[in-house]
């Protein structure tokens, strides 16, 4: 697995998760906020919505990025107050959302020192389910 340093950018993205999240927090319905950044460089924010059936904050970005039109994506990070550096990891069903709709993206997160890296998506979905659309 490839690892890359985080720059500027990244902590801005950091930085916007951040932000949606501090707006927007409630300890028992939102608790992770997320920004995604796109090719061209338009940043979408979401946060969690708890449930019976809820949603992690990853698709929430996600969805909103695609409602405006967006489908090309660059990086994408989680946060939480109460993680390491305040970066969350996507968790499986979002990592398989995240290969299927952006199989290039980037994910920032904590390395196994709890140093901020980013790495492609696919790197943390190896051997990844792949949906076949007649191709």
């Known amino acids: ?4 340093d985080i720059t500027e950018q990244d902590r801005e993205l950091i930085a916007a ?3 949606v999240l501090h707006h927007n ?3 028992h319905n939102h608790e992770v906020g997320c920004a995604v950044r796109t090719k061209d ?10 449930g019976i059936h809820g949603s ?24 939480h107050d109460k993680a390491p550096n305040k970066v969350y990891a996507p968790c499986g069903n979002c990592r398989q ?3 299927d709709y952006a199989p290039d993206i980037m994910v920032i997160l904590n390395d ?13 979905l190896p051997l990844a389910w792949k949906p076949d659309h007649g191709e």
């Open 25 to 27: 927090f409630d300890p």
């Open 56 to 79: 992690c904050a990853e698709f929430i970005a996600v969805g909103n990025a695609y409602s405006d039109g967006a489908r090309k994506f660059e990086t994408i990070v989680a946060t």
């Open 112 to 124: 196994e020192n709890n140093r901020l890296i980013k790495v492609m998506v696919k790197d943390l």
């Open 17 to 19: 998760a951040l932000e």
């Open 1 to 4: 697995m490839i690892r890359y």
């Open 97 to 99: 959302m995240l290969f």
């Open 41 to 50: 460089g338009r940043v979408y924010t979401g946060i969690n919505c708890d």
